[in-house]
Nanobody, 123 residues
Framework: QVQLVESGGGLVQAGDSLRLSCAASGRTFSSYAMGWFRQAPGKEREFVAGISRSGISTDYANSVKGRFTISRDNAKNTVSLQMNSLRPEDTAVYYC????????????????WGQGTQVTVSS
C-alpha cells in the first residue's frame, strides 16, 4: 500500500551530523504515522523516533532525545531524521516505517518498511 525508500546514510565521525530522508509513495501518506527504527549488529531492531500524522507530535527513544529530530512534509510525502552529535553507538541500519492505524508513540503496528540505509559513526 505504501512504498518507502530511505536515503542519506553514510560514514561520519563522532560529533558530526547527518540527515536521513524517506520518500513514500501513495496519496494516503498523511494517513500514516511514521517512524524511524534502527538495528545495530547483533542487536534487535529498536525504535528511534515517531511522528504523528499531522507532524505536530513526536516521540523519541531516550538514547537519542535531544540529539535527533524527526519531521515530515505531507505535501512532499517525505519524513526525515536529523541526527546531530552522532556517537559510535548510533551505528546501525536505519529504517523508515509507516503505521496505518494507532498512535505514533506505540512501537507496535508499523507494518510497512523501507530497506534501510547504513549509518556508520567512527570514533
Amino acid at each position: 500500500q505504501v512504498q518507502l525508500v530511505e536515503s542519506g546514510g553514510g560514514l561520519v565521525q563522532a560529533g558530526d551530523s547527518l540527515r536521513l530522508s524517506c520518500a513514500a509513495s501513495g496519496r494516503t501518506f498523511s494517513s500514516y504515522a511514521m517512524g524511524w527504527f534502527r538495528q545495530a549488529p547483533g542487536k534487535e531492531r529498536e525504535f528511534v523516533a515517531g511522528i504523528s500524522r499531522s507532524g505536530i507530535s513526536t516521540d523519541y527513544a531516550n538514547s537519542v532525545k535531544g540529539r535527533f529530530t524527526i519531521s515530515r512534509d505531507n505535501a512532499k510525502n517525505t519524513v526525515s531524521l536529523q541526527m546531530n552529535s552522532l556517537r559510535p553507538e548510533d551505528t546501525a541500519v536505519y529504517y523508515c516505517a509507516a503505521k496505518p492505524s494507532g498512535s505514533y508513540a506505540e512501537r507496535s503496528g508499523y507494518d510497512y518498511w523501507g530497506q534501510g540505509t547504513q549509518v556508520t559513526v567512527s570514533s
